[in-house]
């Protein structure tokens, strides 16, 4: 009888390892329970989850039916002591045929459906948004245009610049590229745009939770891409509106979104990263 529990050993801690690795603390629960998302803050983040949610759902469901029939047929046509021979030969079994075309195709339109709905919900653009911002990517930092203001933050590479949003407002973001093909993505806001050159690309989100938040471009853009990094500062209307104004104070003024050339433009300097000391230096 010994040798039969071996097993047991290390099944038990494949499944108590996620449950006690869980339990470390409720935050990491919940993430958990949103499947590996982070919380969200804005009034998209929720729907993005549940569609997140359900797709993993419903994608287990059809794992465990398609392994518990895997196993029953093993299990039940296993070759008996008893069996001479070729099984029987079976074909054209006309009702299971149509369960195997008819099945998928149902399971396809569903999935379809639900993620079509959410992705119009999530990426229509009313252009009723009271904030309007442009957002340019370059090798290897960000312009941020605060369009309304007419002020601007232009980004150098290596000092990751923070783009203000006032929490609870509409934001309309207008993002384009300046060199090559960039995405704009804040990991808590569940959500990404790719940056396309000679191309805007548009959507409109509210930034529910005041915070400071990791931005990272998406889209492997050349040798520093890891290091093209922006933050996100959703503040209050008052402390955006100082922001805006040191801003101007600064001579920030106008719009960067269609200067053309790679870098940062104002001062007419080139910036680079050298290779060698891996820091930032103006040419
Ligand atoms: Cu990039």
Same mark, same amino acid.
């Given at each position: +009888?010994?040798?039969?529990?071996?097993?047991?050993?290390?099944?038990?801690?494949?499944?108590?390892? @996620?449950?006690?690795?869980? =339990?470390? $603390?409720?935050?990491?629960? *919940?993430?958990?329970?949103?499947?590996?998302?982070?919380?969200?803050?804005?009034?998209?983040?929720? !729907?993005?989850?549940?569609?997140?949610?359900?797709?993993?759902?419903?994608?287990?469901?059809? =794992?465990?039916?398609?392994?518990?029939?895997?196993?029953?047929?093993?299990?039940?046509?296993?070759?008996?002591?008893?069996?001479?021979?070729?099984?029987?030969?079976?074909?054209?079994?006309?009702?299971?045929?149509?369960?195997?075309?008819?099945?998928?195709?149902? +399971?396809?339109?569903?999935?379809?459906? &639900?993620?079509?709905?959410?992705?119009?919900?999530?990426? #229509?653009?009313?252009? *009723?948004?009271?904030?309007?911002? $442009?957002?340019?990517?370059?090798?290897?930092?960000?312009?941020?245009?605060?369009?309304?203001?007419?002020?601007?933050?232009?980004?150098?590479?290596?000092?990751?610049? /923070?783009?203000?949003? @006032?929490?609870?407002?509409?934001? %309309?973001?207008?993002?384009?590229?300046?060199?090559?093909? %960039? $995405? &704009?993505?804040?990991?808590?806001?569940? &959500?990404?745009? #790719?940056?396309?050159?000679?191309?805007?690309?548009?959507?409109?989100? /509210? @930034?529910?939770?005041?915070?400071?938040?990791? =931005?990272?471009?998406?889209?492997?853009?050349?040798?520093? %891409?890891? !290091? +093209?990094? &922006?933050?996100?500062?959703?503040?209050?209307?008052?402390?955006?509106?100082?922001?805006?104004?040191?801003? !101007?104070?600064?001579?920030?003024?106008? *719009?960067?979104?269609?200067?053309?050339? @790679?870098?940062?433009?104002?001062? =007419?300097?080139?910036?680079?990263? #050298?290779?060698?000391?891996?820091?930032?230096?103006?040419?």
């Amino acid at each position: +009888m010994q040798p039969r529990r071996r097993w047991r050993r290390p099944l038990t801690l494949l499944v108590l390892a @996620p449950l006690v690795l869980s =339990g470390c $603390s409720s935050e990491l629960n *919940d993430q958990w329970a949103r499947g590996g998302l982070p919380e969200s803050v804005t009034d998209h983040g929720d !729907r993005i989850t549940t569609l997140w949610q359900g797709a993993w759902a419903a994608a287990f469901i059809t =794992g465990a039916i398609v392994w518990a029939l895997i196993l029953a047929a093993c299990v039940v046509y296993r070759r008996k002591a008893t069996d001479t021979g070729l099984p029987p030969q079976v074909r054209y079994n006309l009702p299971v045929e149509v369960l195997y075309t008819t099945l998928p195709i149902v +399971m396809v339109l569903v999935y379809f459906y &639900f993620t079509a709905r959410d992705q119009n919900e999530v990426g #229509d653009v009313k252009n *009723d948004a009271a904030v309007n911002v $442009s957002v340019v990517g370059k090798r290897w930092s960000w312009d941020f245009n605060y369009l309304d203001a007419g002020v601007f933050q232009a980004g150098t590479p290596g000092e990751p610049p /923070t783009l203000y949003l @006032p929490v609870g407002e509409k934001v %309309h973001f207008d993002v384009v590229a300046r060199d090559v093909i %960039h $995405s &704009f993505w804040v990991p808590q806001f569940i &959500f990404k745009k #790719d940056m396309i050159p000679g191309r805007v690309n548009s959507f409109e989100l /509210t @930034p529910t939770k005041v915070g400071f938040y990791a =931005g990272k471009c998406a889209e492997l853009c050349g040798t520093y %891409h890891a !290091r +093209m990094l &922006f933050n996100v500062a959703v503040v209050e209307r008052a402390e955006y509106d100082r922001q805006l104004e040191a801003l !101007r104070a600064q001579g920030n003024v106008g *719009d960067l979104t269609d200067v053309e050339g @790679p870098q940062q433009p104002r001062s =007419g300097e080139s910036l680079t990263i #050298d290779p060698e000391t891996d820091e930032t230096e103006s040419e």
